[in-house]
């Protein structure tokens, strides 16, 4: 079965010949090289270019690694590309790979210190090269934001447009599922979206699927790339991430619990780093914590939450699968895939107990900044009792503002507005968009 991915496939449309390098990032294994190999160019053929107006050059692949130098990198597109009167498209997989060489026909005594990294060729210079030539459209695919996405405008001179590529979505995923709408939800809570794990029926090598994912990619990935003496700490803070989706924490606290793992310490610099390893390699995103009437933010405390909640699962075995802190990830990275900036709410309100005034922190679980303004969202099972509703609403009714306020309920509610004008909706239509205005 082939999964289309429709929407990536028309940023990919919109963006070409734009005279930019077209960077592909995600999660590994989330799809990016069948998007562009297989669904793209299959548009592409379709549409009437020829099979020798492509050149693809995997760097994951043991026959390519010379390529990974970048000079080698450089003539061999420049070998592929001879005709100047042909329009090329140039798609290079797991750009990250590439290495820098250094230019040994320059004397190093004679460069600055400060700008000694400019002695080295990376992929960077020989692609910024490449655009310059119009006959080109280039497209690369990487799996490490910190080398992809952090530096584009830096390192690409405002010349990168970046696709952001994620795990399939539940709309995705219930496309080709075949379920009805409730049990497919239930399914792809459970396993999440990661493409081979979707394809797989036999639910035990699913399970083993993404197990392995874990072990033998991710962590392998990481230590490898930063050369970590063993795997034993990344993996101690995994599970107390994967534990502790949708909940507050700081690097001391996860310190703390990772040590409790591995029945010994661990510092609170290491973890930070490690958690900077862990959001450039996509397994998890961080979302900062933001006082609405102070409007200022918070220093060192967030809520982290797993790139797919199959992989989170996976992690800590299938045994942790509280249906609410499932959702709330899911909604999270739902809207962080539709493009929306989202951090997590507080609202500082005074409050009278045993007759004495005291101001207490109550949490909106979504700020979305949709750019023209801002949508506060809570995530609830139910709001089936007054109190439960009372609860579930109190920091919206609290906020001090007008911006529209949503509670997303597990199930198939179609939306519906209270005397307050508080919105509420059923998490699957707001996951197929069928609720197309709420945001």
């Not at 450089?74 to 329009?87: E, P, W």
């Not at 075949?178 to 239930?186: I, L, Q, R, S, T």
């Not at 862990?278 to 609405?292: M, P, S, W």
């Amino acid at each position: 079965m082939v999964i289309q991915r429709d929407q990536y496939v028309n940023e990919l449309l919109s963006k070409r010949w734009n005279g930019k390098v077209k960077i592909i990032t995600g999660i590994r294994r989330c799809g990016k090289s069948f998007l562009l190999s297989t669904l793209y160019k299959d548009y592409l053929l379709k549409e009437g270019v020829e099979k020798d107006c492509f050149v693809e050059l995997a760097l994951d692949k043991k026959a390519n690694l010379k390529y990974r130098n970048p000079n080698e990198l450089y003539d061999y597109v420049l070998r592929k590309t001879r005709n100047a009167d042909k329009r090329y498209y140039v798609f290079i997989d797991e750009i990250q790979l590439s290495y820098k060489v250094k230019n040994e026909d320059i004397d190093e005594k004679l460069v600055p210190e400060e700008d000694r990294d400019m002695l080295y060729t990376t992929f960077y210079d020989i692609l910024n090269d490449l655009m310059g030539r119009s006959n080109l459209d280039i497209y690369v695919t990487g799996s490490n934001s910190k080398m992809l996405s952090k530096d584009i405008v830096t390192n690409f001179r405002d010349r990168g447009s970046e696709i952001k590529v994620y795990p399939l979505s539940f709309k995705e995923y219930y496309a080709i599922s075949g379920m009805e709408k409730a049990d497919a939800f239930e399914e792809y809570l459970t396993y999440g979206g990661m493409p081979l794990a979707v394809l797989e029926n036999n639910e035990t090598e699913k399970r083993k699927y993404l197990k392995g994912l874990h072990k033998r990619v991710y962590m392998k990935d990481i230590v490898e790339r930063y050369k970590l003496k063993d795997d034993e700490v990344l993996g101690a803070l995994i599970d107390a991430l994967s534990s502790a989706v949708g909940s507050l924490t700081n690097p001391h606290n996860l310190a703390n619990a990772a040590g409790s793992l591995m029945k010994r310490s661990t510092s609170d610099h290491t973890i930070k780093n490690y958690l900077d390893y862990l959001e450039d390699a996509y397994l998890f995103v961080g979302a900062q914590r933001y006082d609405i009437k102070g409007k200022k933010y918070f220093e060192n405390t967030l809520k982290y939450y797993s790139m797919d909640t199959g992989l989170r699962n996976a992690k800590l075995n299938f045994r942790q699968q509280e249906k609410s802190h499932l959702m709330e990830n899911m909604i999270f990275v739902e809207l962080i895939r539709r493009g929306y900036n989202v951090d997590v709410g507080v609202v500082e309100v005074t409050v009278v107990k045993e007759g004495k005034k005291q101001q207490s922190q109550y949490e909106i679980d979504f700020i979305v900044n949709t750019g023209r303004d801002k949508v506060y969202i809570q995530s609830a099972l139910n709001v089936d009792t007054d109190a439960k509703k009372k609860q579930e609403t109190f920091s919206l009714k609290n906020s001090g503002d007008s911006f529209r306020k949503i509670v997303i309920l597990d199930g198939n509610a179609k939306p519906w507005t209270d005397e307050d004008g508080i919105i509420y909706v059923g998490v699957i239509p707001f996951l197929l968009e069928e609720a197309s205005n709420i945001i």
